[in-house]
């Protein structure tokens, strides 16, 4: 029985690291996509929360922009009613 880890070589330059993913992918592909996996998974969470807190602030943004251009339009009404 041989060790999953038994793959072990130096690997000096990018096309050896790639062919060792590529090897270590094919000889345990569900060790491999879990490896991905939990690895990738703490930067997905990073990316949604970022994402719900960008919203949030465009949000508040919009809600403020509407505000100021509310009350812009009622100084800008009540000048008129002065006018008359």
């Known amino acids: 029985m041989t060790c999953s880890h038994s793959l072990v070589k130096p690997v000096t330059n990018k096309a050896g690291w790639a062919e060792y993913v590529v090897e270590w ?3 345990d592909p569900y ?3 879990t490896t991905v996996i939990l690895a990738l998974t703490p930067l997905f969470i990073a990316s949604a929360l970022l994402s719900w807190k960008l919203a949030k602030m465009i949000e508040a943004r919009d ?3 509407k505000k100021k251009q509310k009350r812009q339009e009622n100084i800008a ?7 008359d």
């Open 25 to 27: 992918a094919a000889k």
């Open 31 to 33: 060790g491999f996509l």
């Open 63 to 65: 809600k403020e922009q």
């Open 77 to 83: 009404k009540a000048k008129r009613a002065k006018k």
